[in-house]
């Protein structure tokens, strides 16, 4: 709908720079002439313009509401799996011996990892609770190699073919070379397969977004020359997934020993999630009264350009702004313009 009101102000603004430009043709008249084309009011097509960009920012406001309802669900998740762990602090003998309360504790894990809010398709919060600006600014995904050490030094070259997904890439890793230059050698390579690379305590850790993720959870596909890894024919390569202390799959649920540090990353989650709802409700309260007050738009605009600190351009602008606001019209009146 937003797509077809652009394409359709286009058509008019064209039509209006096509009247001026068949006048100059000099007046030739045919059989085929056709009606003169009259101009459309400016007042009009700025209220169209306008009554497109609200619809366009009410997809926003909308999109704000589904990450705040998630958010809200992920405290009480929080709150929940905090408290079960204090229980068991307090009682350790006890939580030795309940089974039950480490099963409900890897529920609430389950439950929290369950929270994927979406608007359109497009993924609001990534899987470390950050608000999303665009796709490629969601928490990476770290990976090792579990059976292949890429960055052994050896006394002969050796070619690695590997496969992800669709692309297939080929490197040659030489000889005498320490892990370091092994990895300034590899980089290049995997950046193409959308894969980064570091060195963390001489172990390669590799770093990827989540549509490459899905790929790799898939299978990886390598072939060597028999240095590093066998001749012959590509083969799957296990992975080792490594989690940030943000991600819930990083806690331990299942033993009381887990349950200080896993305590402590559950307040540090829990304070990041309130600072968020807290700013975005904030900034809500202030777009309503500023909306139902009928104030003047460039009060609204300090409010919004607050908000986008918080609330980037994509998947949602933020740049919230009201057509009542804005053209000081009712909707009877908006409606009679667009009629």
């Known amino acids: 709908m937003i797509k077809g009101v652009g394409e359709s102000l286009n058509v008019m603004r064209q039509s209006q720079s096509l009247a001026p430009a068949a006048a100059a043709t000099g007046g030739v008249s045919s059989q085929f002439d056709t009606p003169a084309q009259h101009a459309i009011p400016k007042h009009r097509l700025d209220s169209y313009q306008r009554w497109a960009k609200a ?25 929940q799996l905090a408290k079960l762990l204090q229980s068991a602090v307090q009682d350790e003998l006890q939580a030795r011996q309940n089974e039950k309360l480490w099963d409900t504790a890897e529920t609430l894990r389950q439950q929290l990892l369950g929270l994927k809010p979406q608007y359109q398709g497009i993924q609001l919060l990534d899987h470390h609770f950050n608000l999303l600006s665009t796709p490629a600014n969601a928490a990476m995904h770290a990976f090792v190699f579990k059976s292949v050490d890429l960055c052994a030094p050896k006394d002969r070259d050796e070619k690695i073919t590997i496969q992800l997904g669709k692309k297939t890439v080929v490197l040659t890793l030489a000889a005498g070379l320490s892990r370091q230059q092994l990895l300034q050698q590899m980089a290049p390579i995997f950046e193409r397969l959308g894969i980064s690379l570091e060195l963390v305590a001489d172990e390669l850790v590799c770093k990827t977004h989540s549509a490459v993720w899905q790929l790799v959870c898939e299978g990886v596909l390598m072939m060597g020359e028999g240095q590093r ?111």
């Not at 009928?294 to 998947?315: E, I």
């Open 55 to 79: 619809t366009a920012e009410q997809h926003s406001i909308s999109a704000s509401q589904v990450t705040l309802q998630a958010l809200t669900q992920a405290k009480q998740l929080l709150q």
């Open 229 to 339: 890894l066998p001749a012959g024919e590509l083969r799957q390569i296990r992975i080792e997934a490594r989690y940030h202390w943000q991600d819930p799959r990083e806690w331990g649920l299942s033993a009381i020993e887990q349950a200080r540090p896993t305590l402590a990353k559950i307040a540090k989650t829990q304070q990041k999630i309130a600072q968020q709802a807290n700013e975005i409700n904030t900034i809500h309260q202030v777009l309503l009264a500023r909306i139902n007050a009928n104030s003047q738009a460039k009060d609204t605009q300090v409010a919004l350009n607050y908000l986008d600190k918080y609330m980037r351009p994509q998947p949602f602008s933020y740049q919230v702004t009201s057509l009542m606001a804005q053209s000081n019209t009712n909707r009877d009146q908006v409606g009679a313009l667009l009629g």
